[in-house]
């Protein structure tokens, strides 16, 4: 099972700055199938990045993806009050799909 | 428009077994493969299995192997999870959510908070 890592746990910021959130896999994720999904309180994850770098549907520009083998990054280029979030990284490059534990970005 | 639109909430004795549903609508069913997700309070998400409406084809978690079953009726565009010999630690919220093949999840249905109490 690839084991994915998020980094920092909580991230403190004030709208109009920068996020960077990170993700580690354990081994390296095929074809890059590396996905991230925004949550909020009592709602369900929405997808935000899919195949590392591609937004999905709706997605605002600010939100970019990068990376390959085994680190990936999450960038938020100026926060907005909405992107205040849990947010989750997961890996489906192996048929045991398998989420990272979250970053918490929270307003500061 | 895409939905997917979970069952009720429930509360289940330790022991029991629940089975939970997934209507979908706004898409070809068969086009899609359903993943069964669930969160514990405060916690992340774990990857429960997947099913694939064209032919049945079920791939399960190992760690609820053995536990969970999930069928689908396609008359009806409704996938079923069902975990047997509930425990206190499934207590969770189960999401249903969509993939073209074995992808990214595009769309996930609201949840189901199952509570396993006795």
């Known amino acids: 099972e690839i084991v994915l890592t998020q980094s920092p746990g909580t991230l403190s910021l004030s709208p109009g700055e920068r996020a960077t959130l990170s993700c580690r896999t354990s081994?390296?994720?095929?074809?890059?199938?590396l996905a991230w999904y925004q949550q909020k309180p009592g709602q369900a994850p929405r997808l935000v990045i899919y195949?590392?770098?591609s937004r999905a549907t709706g997605i605002p520009d600010r939100f970019s993806g990068s990376g390959s083998g085994t680190d990936f990054t999450l960038t938020i280029s100026r926060l907005e009050p909405e992107d205040f979030a849990v947010y989750f990284c997961?890996?489906?490059?192996?048929?045991?799909?398998?989420f990272g534990q979250g970053t918490k970005l929270e307003i500061k | 428009q895409v939905q997917l639109v979970q069952s009720g909430a429930d509360v289940k004795k330790p022991g029991a077994s629940v089975r939970l549903s997934c209507k979908a609508s706004?898409?070809?069913?068969?086009?899609?493969?359903i993943h069964w997700v669930r969160q514990a309070p405060g916690q992340g998400l774990e990857w429960m299995g997947i099913?694939?409406?064209?032919?049945?084809?079920?791939t399960y978690a190992q760690k609820i192997q053995g536990r969970v079953t999930m069928t689908m009726d396609t008359s009806t565009s409704t996938v079923y999870m069902e975990l047997s010999s509930l425990r206190s630690e499934d207590t969770a919220i189960y999401y249903c959510?969509?993939?073209?093949?074995?992808?990214?999840?595009?769309?996930w249905g609201q949840g189901t908070l199952v509570t396993v109490s006795s």
């Open positions: 706004g898409y070809s069913f068969t086009s899609y493969y």
């Open positions: 195949g590392t770098s």
């Open positions: 997961q890996q489906y490059g192996s048929s045991r799909y398998t």
């Open positions: 959510a969509r993939s073209v093949l074995e992808y990214y999840f595009d769309h």
């Open positions: 099913i694939k409406p064209r032919g049945g084809d079920t």
């Open positions: 081994q390296s994720v095929g074809s890059n199938y």
